[in-house]
């Protein structure tokens, strides 16, 4: 690997701590990367490639024991035990058990959450379901507030979901939010963490802003979950959904989650009323009786290999505890914000800021850095990718480089940076 090891000669580098050519750094990251009690969970991830994979953000890495999970569901469960492994191997309450195992991550008790669909599918069931509960409390409650940097998906969503009901959506920016409430607000609608700039949004306050005045609340944690302690119960959030693809690893298009407060259950109306959230499935009834629970916001028969690569992918949890991976993600961004300010400085030609908050209270788990000029970002991206430095690149011109504490090494910060610094120069 060339960029194994800085640049020595000539001298390139000026800015603080580049002033050696890096290797201060290099060693700083060796010696955080050995000072690391999670180093070694990076051992059960597919990672042997060399690279320094920064966009677990967007896919998280393989974990390795899927691999003989997924080969003995294909071989045993299904090659063998066809239809019996609805009960005998437990597929049937897969979308409860998993979503239990998912619970603690995102401060859950059990019983409130299901895995199951795709996150615009669940962020779709608990925004209607919000809103139907605003609307049978005070039908002049008929505005869907929505994070105004919101992910594209949740967005058309709302306005579906708001014309279904009657709502009107109105975007505001998340920060706005807490003196947007009002009395007319059926529900908020608002992305824990901005998946461009990797801003953490304020959960405790915001929700509590939104109880104050009445409004539902419905929080996507695609990039808290895994991430970072998100604290559901403690908090009084109603609804809430996520990705298991990114931080929690659990493998292309893996099912999704959704969080339905228990004192909420009864009242949840879902618009999408499936066969698997039936109270008696099997009766196969005409008319449609809603199941008590979790398994409520259920909807057809769950994709099963998808859940099996997704509980395996959890048990990593069984040892590592959320509170230990945010530690670990604030100081590998703290380290990535030094590194770029020493390699990338002021004088390289493409010059970057970041956009992600300095603020540890205000930062998520990844970094992003805005290119000037803009249209340099897709070009600078393609050549880290070629050099073993995989992020990922939003238009107009933001590089994201996420950071998985399960997998990546302070050195892979480092390395990144310095990458980074000699693409940009
Ligand atoms: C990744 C992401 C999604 C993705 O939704 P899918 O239905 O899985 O495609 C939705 N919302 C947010 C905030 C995301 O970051």
């Known amino acids: 690997m060339s960029d194994a090891a800085p640049h020595t000669a000539g001298g390139a580098h000026t800015a ?12 700083e990251a060796r010696a955080l990367d050995e000072a690391d009690a999670l180093a070694p969970v990076r051992d059960r991830f597919a990672l042997t490639d060399g690279t320094a994979y920064l966009d677990g953000n967007s896919l998280g890495a393989l974990p390795l024991p899927v691999r003989d999970r997924l080969a003995h569901v294909v071989a045993h469960e299904w090659g063998e035990l066809r239809i019996r492994s609805w009960s005998e191997s437990g597929w049937w309450e897969a979308p409860e058990r998993i979503g239990d195992r998912i619970a603690p991550l ?9 895995v199951g669909d795709s996150t615009s599918v669940n962020v779709f069931k608990a925004t209607v379901g919000a809103l139907r509960i605003a609307a049978a409390d005070d039908p ?3 505005e869907l507030l929505v994070d105004a940097a919101t992910f594209p998906t949740d967005g058309y969503i709302a306005e579906s979901a708001a014309r279904m009901t009657g709502c009107a959506v109105r975007p505001v920016p998340a920060a706005e939010l807490p003196g947007a409430v009002g009395p007319g607000t059926a529900a908020v609608l608002v ?23 009445g409004a539902r609340t419905v929080w996507d944690l695609c990039h808290s979950a895994g991430a970072l302690p998100v604290g559901l119960d403690e908090h009084g959030v109603d609804f809430a959904v996520g990705c298991t693809y990114k931080f929690l690893n659990g493998g292309p298009g893996a099912p999704a989650f959704l969080y339905l407060r228990r004192d909420l259950q009864p009242r949840f109306d879902s618009p999408l009323p499936g066969w698997n959230s039936h109270a008696d499935p099997f009766a196969m009834a005409s008319g449609y009786t809603p199941a008590e629970g979790a398994l409520r916001g259920r909807v057809g028969t769950p994709d099963i290999l998808s859940m099996a690569a997704l509980e395996e992918a959890l048990t990593v949890w069984e040892e590592v505890t959320v509170d230990a991976v945010r530690a670990k993600s604030l100081a590998l961004t703290d380290f990535f914000l030094r590194c770029v300010r020493a390699y990338a400085g002021e004088r390289t030609a493409v010059r970057v800021t970041p956009l992600t908050p300095g603020e540890h209270a205000r930062r998520g788990s990844q970094v992003s850095l805005l290119c000037d000029p803009v249209d340099a970002a897709g070009p600078v991206m393609e050549k880290l990718i070629a050099r073993g430095v995989v992020g990922d690149f939003r238009r107009p011109g933001v590089l994201r480089f996420g950071f998985t504490p399960l997998y990546t090494a302070f050195r892979d910060a480092e390395r990144a940076a310095r990458v980074l610094g000699d693409v940009l120069a």
């Open 106 to 114: 995102i401060g859950a008790a059990p019983g409130q959450t299901v």
């Open 140 to 142: 002049a409650r008929t």
């Open 16 to 27: 603080d701590g580049a002033a050696d050519g890096g290797q201060a750094l290099v060693r």
């Open 191 to 213: 992305n824990h963490v901005d998946y461009r700039t990797g801003e953490l949004n304020d959960l405790p306050a915001l929700t509590a802003a939104a109880r104050a005045a």
